[in-house]
């Protein structure tokens, strides 16, 4: 029920673009390689980061949806850490060498025939980029850029190369020839394909900083009926993608938001349903005031204390004389590590 409440909650977050719609994600990305339409830097880079307190951390861009990586080496779309768009790291070792290798490998197979001058410019500086030559960049530069998330851009356009309507229409393509053995879905009840692995989640306080599963089958002990992985709870591409999507939203790090919170080592979030959109953000906002309140309110505090003492006694929220539509329903979801 879980999942499909995270379901209907996308859904109704992606008709405001409030999401990334599916194939995509919401990623910090710390630079942007300027390339000319020959494939050459025009600069060294161009800095995207922003101030959080006294440090500088990467923007938060929506790029195509990275891949789940434990210890195998899969590479992202148009964008990834250093180790694989340029081949260097701190870590240095055949694993970067091997890293850089699988980027250049998956945009050769995709942008070889296309014609879009930003895709061709990405493949140009790929074929004719090497390692060695980062040590050309200033030391400020290098120290910056080391590991950190780049994308890419072509000089004279706004837009990033991720961005284009080329890029868009051709990872669309990747999506379809990517789709997995279809199936009946658990959480639409529709056929369609089935994800093998499902998106990771983060920001679960104690849990992996590279993200976690809550639906995952790793261990031989966890299969049934010789099934693997995401067979064993079959649930589509789409409807794995929305749930993570729209719990990565809630656990975003964010001082505006107001829909997560910590309980001990569990981390919670909360939203509700409702008839429209108007009402249910209505119910989030009265949610978000009764486990948020002012922390330098005493007035306001204590008139939210009697109300959380009716709820917790099971009292009907239609007899607490709050302003919510009748069919609101809240929820709240835990998360521990």
Known sequence: MILSALLDYYQRLAAADQVPRFGYSSEKISYALVLDTEGQLVDELYDLRVASGKKFVGRTLTVPQPEKRTAGIKSNFLWDKTSYVLGVSAKGGVRTTEEHVAFKALHE??????????????????????????????????????????????????????????????RARMLAAGSG??????????????????????????????????????????????????????????????????????????????????????????????????AAASAEGFFSDLLNPPADDASETNRLVPVLQDIAAGRPLTELGLDLAADTHLFVLGLAP
């Open 109 to 170: 197979q995709w942008l070889a025939d296309c014609d879009d001058i930003g895709l061709q410019a990405v493949l140009r500086f790929l074929r004719q980029w090497q390692a060695e030559q980062f040590a050309n960049f200033s030391v400020t530069v290098r120290e910056g850029l080391l590991d950190a998330n780049v994308v890419f851009r072509l000089d004279g356009r706004h837009e990033y190369v991720h961005e284009s309507l080329a890029a868009q229409q051709l």
């Open 181 to 278: 053995v279809e199936g009946m879905c658990l959480v639409t009840g529709q056929k369609a394909p089935l994800a093998r692995l499902h998106p990771a989640i983060k920001g679960v306080n104690g849990a992996q900083s590279s993200g976690a599963s809550i639906v995952s089958f790793n261990l031989e002990s966890f299969t049934s009926y010789g099934k693997s992985q995401g067979d064993n709870a079959p649930v589509s591409e789409f409807a794995a993608f929305a749930y993570t999507s729209v719990l990565n939203h809630l656990l975003r790090r964010d001082e505006h938001n107001r829909q997560r919170l910590q309980i001990g080592d569990t981390t919670v979030v909360f939203w509700a349903q409702a008839a429209t959109p108007e």
